[in-house]
């Protein structure tokens, strides 16, 4: 079963500032954390109970552990980028969460430069292969002390 906690006040405060950017304080949007997530965040949409019972819009759910470790620029830029595919259809109030169209949407390309992209992914690998590594080294550890006993 996953482990859902509310994140860190400066985690609310950084998606706050970013749904207020994008134009959605008008959307309930419920920031999780599960650090057994393998990406570092996923964006879903409320089925119709949680929306019935919590008022809750969107749900947004990142791994914690992996986003308190990048930079502060970089935590700005994985929240705008997690909530891009999040519109409201200012015609009908649908709501719709779509997709990256390439590996992130290029409105977020154009206003961050690929290359600073490129560089919050690759610490994004980066932490997570060192989280996994280390997960490694103490289920070896805990083997070798089984077998020392």
């Given at each position: 079963?996953?482990?859902?906690?509310?994140?860190?006040?400066e985690?609310d405060?950084?998606?706050?500032e970013c749904?207020?950017?994008a134009g959605l304080?008008?959307?309930?949007?419920?920031?999780?954390?599960?650090?057994d997530?393998?990406?570092?965040g996923?964006v879903s949409?409320?089925?119709?109970?949680?929306k019935y019972m919590?008022?809750?819009d969107?749900i947004?759910v990142?791994n914690?552990?992996?986003?308190?470790q990048?930079?502060e620029?970089q935590?700005?830029?994985?929240?705008e980028?997690?909530l891009c595919?999040?519109?409201?259809?200012?015609?009908t109030?649908?709501?719709?969460?779509k997709?990256g169209?390439?590996n992130t949407?290029?409105g977020?390309?154009?206003?961050?430069?690929y290359?600073?992209?490129?560089?919050?992914e690759e610490?994004?690998?980066?932490?997570f292969?060192?989280?996994?590594?280390?997960g490694?080294?103490?289920s070896e550890?805990?083997?070798?002390?089984?077998t020392?006993?």
């Open positions: 079963m996953a482990n859902y906690v509310e994140v860190l006040e985690t405060k950084i998606f706050k749904i207020l950017a304080d008008n959307v309930d949007i419920k920031i999780l954390a599960n650090n997530l393998k990406v570092i996923k949409k409320a089925n119709d109970l949680i919590n008022d809750i969107v947004v990142i914690e552990d992996i986003f308190d990048l930079e620029h935590k700005l830029m994985k929240a980028e997690l595919g999040v519109s409201v259809d200012s015609d109030g649908k709501l719709t969460i997709g169209d390439v949407y290029s977020f390309l154009r206003k961050r430069g290359d600073a992209f490129e560089v919050m610490s994004i690998k980066t932490l292969n060192v989280k996994n590594n280390n490694e080294e103490s550890v805990k083997t070798l002390d089984k020392e006993a």
